[in-house]
């Protein structure tokens, strides 16, 4: 007699059990598999709550976000009717209270959800903590080097609990450090050139290097790389962009090293194809400062073969970064980078052809040629998609294991 414990049964999203059955019920009328055995698969799995952006994640989300912000407008108001002292120390107990709770909840299994929420008050309760700090030492608030800071405090506090609200918040309190701070003494257009291309740089590497890690950060980090390329692409094609030149300073001097040192570490301790991604990206950064320094002239009512020729450079450029993107996110299982990709094309390509062809052609013959563009470039990457996506669907499973696909586990809180 067997007395062994039936599985466990497993919870899964509706419409993927729908789909199941729909198979197993084509399977059985192929022939393929018998009635009892269609049934026992279809026993092991129930529907489960799957749902990403369900009423209660999303009030509680916004409930977390509001309060956060909330407690940072009022360091901001200075809260006149209490003491510095006080004020600093109200702030920190909400922070740790968050802080504190955020990790109890998690230890008892609470609902993701609600953990969710209070680890994003707890992130944003950091900034509440850094700024009333800052307030009482009479450092300006808009000191860029306090968001550095408060991302680099909620990045590690992701980190050591594995928590994606805290992680999140760290990533987009450090990209606006990222910027901010080379650019407060000297702006200039290749300046932001430099630092989109660097930024894509060191957010490859580090998605590399959580590859197989930690694969919901791994998830984001490349989603930022690849956001960040198409950006410094876009940039750099905009006439006499570099005119100014570089802004160069100790931080931006500093961002080029962490970009270097964060791809070179992709690619001594995770060899294979993985390592094309920050080679791509360091590609990406040449050809966009390469681009931005080649200056035409921004007198619109005049343009000659250099500007044809710039912009053609440009549209190639952007062309390949966008194929190559896309065939990222197909070997990744990286949907938004696919979406990232078309949509940056679409503007970049709508941009070019009114500021190029608009002086020239005018009228409907300006949409005919924009139709043209669009159709052109849109059956080329179209195309590459597919053709990589038949590629890896008849490829054998000897093939190189560094390839397999990741995607954005939900799990993490």
Same mark, same amino acid.
């Given at each position: 007699m067997d007395t062994s414990a039936p599985a466990p049964l497993r919870g899964v999203p509706p419409?993927?059990?729908?789909?199941?059955?729909?198979?197993?019920?084509?399977?059985?009328s192929q022939g393929l598999i018998t009635p009892d055995q269609a049934d026992q698969i279809?026993?092991?799995y129930r529907p489960g709550d799957h749902t990403r952006f369900s009423i209660g994640r999303i009030l509680l989300?916004?409930?977390g976000?509001?309060? =956060? +912000? =909330?407690? +940072?407008?009022?360091?901001?108001?200075?809260?006149?009717?209490?003491?510095?002292?006080t004020r600093f120390v109200a702030v920190v107990a909400l922070w740790l209270a968050a802080l504190v709770g955020g990790e109890a909840l998690a230890a008892r299994?609470?609902?993701?959800?609600?953990?969710?929420a209070v680890r994003l008050l707890a992130a944003l309760g950091a900034g509440a903590v850094i700024f009333q700090a800052a307030q009482s030492l009479q450092v300006p608030a808009f000191e860029p080097r306090l968001l550095g800071l408060?991302?680099?405090?909620t990045l590690l506090h992701g980190y050591v609990v594995r928590a994606t609200m805290p992680f999140l918040v760290g990533i987009g309190t450090g990209v606006a450090w990222w910027f901010v701070q080379p650019l407060w003494d000297g702006p200039t257009g290749l300046t932001v050139v430099v630092l989109l291309g660097a930024g894509a740089v060191l957010a490859a590497g580090l998605a590399v290097l959580h590859d197989g890690r930690i694969d919901a950060f791994a998830w984001t980090w490349r989603t930022v790389a690849g956001g960040m390329a198409l950006v410094a692409m876009f940039v750099a094609a905009i006439p006499d962009v570099g005119s100014e030149g570089v802004a160069w300073s100790p931080w931006l001097v500093t961002a080029l090293v962490l970009a270097g040192v964060a791809a070179l570490a992709a690619v001594l301790t995770r060899p294979g194809a993985r390592v094309l991604e920050p080679l791509g990206a360091i590609a990406v950064l040449a050809v966009a400062v390469l681009i931005g320094l080649w200056t035409t002239g921004?007198?619109?009512?005049? +343009?000659?073969?250099?500007?044809w020729l710039h912009a053609a450079v440009s549209v190639v450029a952007y062309v390949a970064l966008a194929v190559g993107l896309v065939a990222l996110g197909t070997v990744r299982d990286h949907p938004p980078l696919t979406a990232m990709a078309?949509? =940056?094309?679409?503007?970049?390509?709508?941009f070019q052809s009114f500021a190029v062809f608009a002086p020239i052609v005018t009228g409907a013959w300006l949409f005919v040629v924009l139709g043209t563009v669009f159709l052109g470039t849109g059956f080329l990457v179209d195309r590459a998609r597919r053709g990589l996506a038949h590629a890896l669907d008849t490829d054998q499973p000897g093939g190189p294991a560094t390839l397999t696909p990741t995607s954005n586990p939900g799990g993490l809180r």
């Open positions: 419409r993927q059990l729908a789909w199941l059955r729909s198979e197993l019920s084509d399977w059985t279809s026993s092991r989300s916004l409930g976000a509001f309060l =956060g +912000i =909330g407690v +940072i407008w009022l360091v901001a108001a200075n809260l006149d009717e209490l003491s510095p002292v299994h609470a609902s993701p959800p609600l953990v969710g408060w991302a680099a405090g921004t007198d619109t009512s005049d +343009i000659d073969t250099a500007d078309m949509v =940056g094309l679409v503007v970049f390509t709508t």
